[in-house]
């Protein structure tokens, strides 16, 4: 051990550690588990000492990047945990319009240092998400109607395979291995940098809210839902059913990444949909768009979800996703918040098989979550948004890999086959079979190897 310690300039940390329960403590407060070691690398030839050591002791590999998966992938139960972030550099190469960033970046380490420029790039909705996490299994954010999903847009990957051996995935090396990473996610390697192409997104945004009560909202969200076919790619509208005092409200509305003067125009046709209760137009900027949904809570909540995508969105399915799960609209206040966010634009522009990321013909992604601070409540809120989600899955196209969860992992391969459709899984499992034949790389939305 003593060989060890030295090998990672005392960045190892073992139970009764100062730092150690810090460092295993993640997003979801659920998760409470307790890693035999966590080793916080700085470079990449330490990440590759670490997925060594880890292969000489016969310890399951959790790779923490934000920390942010629901399930909790990144925390291994006496494994061995590689704690990403102190590798959380950008490099910006204005002139090319590329972002170099490390593995253990956040998102808003990307937005901060591209938007010194006027630049930007898919990167989520959230500031404290990591890198890493989102861009694997995808990414989705407010930019991606425009210039597609953050997979779509890195040019390059470095990695550090099962073997400890260091390689570049891009369409001319290894483009296979490029493939499986845009939308594969972490079953591959452990991405020590991503290169990603930066746009000319500017600075400034738009942010338009309308409120109806719920039990008025069914012709509103039809109006909304035709209003997101033809709006320009610079909006993305976005609902969401929450409770209000005076019972459930549902908020109808677009974010526009761009000229707030041009997102204006698009405010008329809103207002024609109905009259709502309450209304907000307001004009972030990109970073303060970027950290809107921020959790003021940290980790001390616990948190569960549940996703679909939706190719369509008929007048059942609205009825559905007000009800929220429910039998009538004067259910319990603790019903989870429910949300829709639409795709379409350039990721669907994305021809499906150039990529791992699939359902690219979807039109609005689908999320019901709920969070908590009393174990009490567990089984309450889980069952909750289980049954939010289940009142909308018959409307359901498959899911995004990012928002699969333990309970859908643990029964088979039902849950990744969800999120890939056949041919594509196939592929991926011929991925997995080449650079990780064993398995190493399994806390995750796990693709089996074929051998």
Known sequence: MTTTSTRFDGRLLTPGDAGYDAARTVWNAMVDRRPRMIVRPVSVSEVVAAVRMARELDLEIGVRCGGHN??????????????????GGVRIDPARRRARVQGGALLGALDRASQAYGLATTAGNVSHTGVGGLTLGGGMGWLARQYGLACDNVVSYTVVTAE???????????????????????????????????????????????????????????????????????????????????????????????????????????????????????????????????STGGHAYRRYSKGHYLRSFPTAAIEAFLLRGAADL?????????????????????????????????????????????????????GAARAAGAALEPYASGVYVNMLTADELADGQRGVRRAYPAAKLARLTAVKTAYDPG?????????????
Not at 74 to 86: E, K, N, R, Y
Not at 439 to 451: D, E, G, T
Request: some cysteine; overall charge negative.
């Open 330 to 382: 004067s259910a319990s206040p603790d019903l989870p918040g429910v949300g829709l966010q639409a795709h379409g634009g350039a990721i669907a522009d994305v021809p499906e098989a150039d990529a791992a990321f699939g359902h690219r013909d979807t039109m609005f992604e689908f999320g019901a979550g709920s969070r908590w601070s009393d174990p009490v409540e567990d089984d309450a809120r889980m």
């Open 164 to 294: 400890g051996e260091v390689v570049t995935a891009s369409r001319a090396e290894n483009p296979d291995l490029f493939w499986g990473l845009r939308g594969g996610g972490g079953n591959f390697g452990i991405v020590t940098e991503f290169e990603f192409q930066l746009h000319r997104a500017g600075t400034r945004t738009l942010v338009a809210e309308f409120d109806f009560r719920a039990e008025d909202a069914v012709p509103v969200i039809e109006g909304w839902r035709d209003l997101n076919a033809v709006a320009p790619r610079q909006a993305t509208f976005t609902a969401d059913v929450g409770s209000g005092p005076a019972g459930p409200i549902a908020t109808l509305g677009f974010v526009w990444v761009g000229d707030p003067a041009e997102g204006r125009r698009l405010l008329p046709a809103m207002r024609a949909l109905g009259r709502p209760v309450a209304s907000r137009v307001t004009t972030p900027s990109y970073l303060e768009l970027q950290r809107r949904d921020d």
């Open 70 to 87: 629901v399930a909790g992938f990144a925390v291994p139960d006496g494994g061995l945990m590689i704690d990403l972030t102190l590798m």
């Open 439 to 451: 398995n190493v790389f399994h806390l995750n939305q796990n693709i089996r190897p074929a051998c």
